[in-house]
């Protein structure tokens, strides 16, 4: 069954480190995969996907991930961590053709002045 | 992409009752997904809803329980029927977006007394 694994359910980092997500998914068959951002009592926002172009995916507010194959990772990093970067940041798989998200279960990304 | 529109964005429930939350998007579209996020944990997807047909619920989730509409191709109820205390959750609608990825409501917080 497909599913969706993020190491760490708290990540603290200080302003200006390197932010650095883990998500791992499991699939015999590459997946798409997305980092959605949920900030204090709001929806989700996405930050970027992945869909089977470049490896190397851009998104929103500076963060970026890379499709690892042989890892089977997805990992998601920011050079420079800053205050508002603090939410909570999901990772979630979608098998190609299915239309459903499966969601790993969140990193509380903190920062520390 | 898409707007969300959900209604309410909380509420507090007595056991017992009922409570429809509404989802209205600002353009067509044919698949609207409802998941619950109970508290500190992630998403988990209830149910797809497709215009003029049943919903399709996931396993674990019952259309009695979890009464879904759709009435037209922009917008979406899900009821949550005789409430108890293990309700208490944030819904979100979801929809498919045209560059891919997936456009969320913010939410309705449901607190179940």
């Known amino acids: 069954a497909q599913s969706v694994t993020q190491l760490g359910s708290h990540v603290s980092v200080s302003e200006g480190a390197l932010v650095l997500l883990r998500c791992n998914y499991s699939?015999?068959?590459?997946?798409?995969l997305f980092w959605y951002v949920q900030y204090p009592n709001q929806g989700l926002q996405l930050l970027l996907k992945y869909t089977s172009a470049a490896t190397l995916v851009k998104g929103i507010n500076g963060f970026e991930a890379e499709f690892k194959k042989s890892e089977t990772s997805f990992h998601l990093t920011k050079p420079s961590a800053h205050m508002s970067d603090a939410a909570e940041y999901f990772c979630?798989?979608?098998?190609?053709?299915?239309?459903?998200?499966?969601f790993g279960q969140g990193t509380r990304l903190t920062i520390n002045p | 992409s898409a707007v969300i529109s959900q209604k309410p964005s909380r509420d507090i429930c007595q056991r017992g009752t009922s409570l429809t939350i509404q989802c209205q998007v600002d353009?067509?579209?044919?698949?609207m997904f409802w998941y619950r996020q109970q508290p500190g944990q992630s998403l988990t997807l209830i149910a797809t809803?497709?215009?003029?047909?049943?919903?399709?619920?996931e396993s674990g989730f019952v259309i009695d329980k979890f009464p879904i509409s759709r009435p037209n191709l922009t917008f979406s109820t899900l009821t949550v029927s005789n409430m108890s205390p293990e309700d208490s959750s944030i819904y979100l609608c979801?929809?498919?977006?045209?560059?891919?990825?997936?456009?969320f409501g913010s939410g309705t917080r449901l607190t179940v007394v």
């Open positions: 353009s067509q579209v044919t698949m």
């Open positions: 809803a497709n215009q003029g047909s049943e919903a399709t619920y």
């Open positions: 699939s015999s068959v590459p997946p798409y």
């Open positions: 979801s929809v498919g977006s045209l560059e891919g990825g997936y456009t």
């Open positions: 979630a798989s979608e098998r190609r053709g299915a239309q459903k998200l499966v």
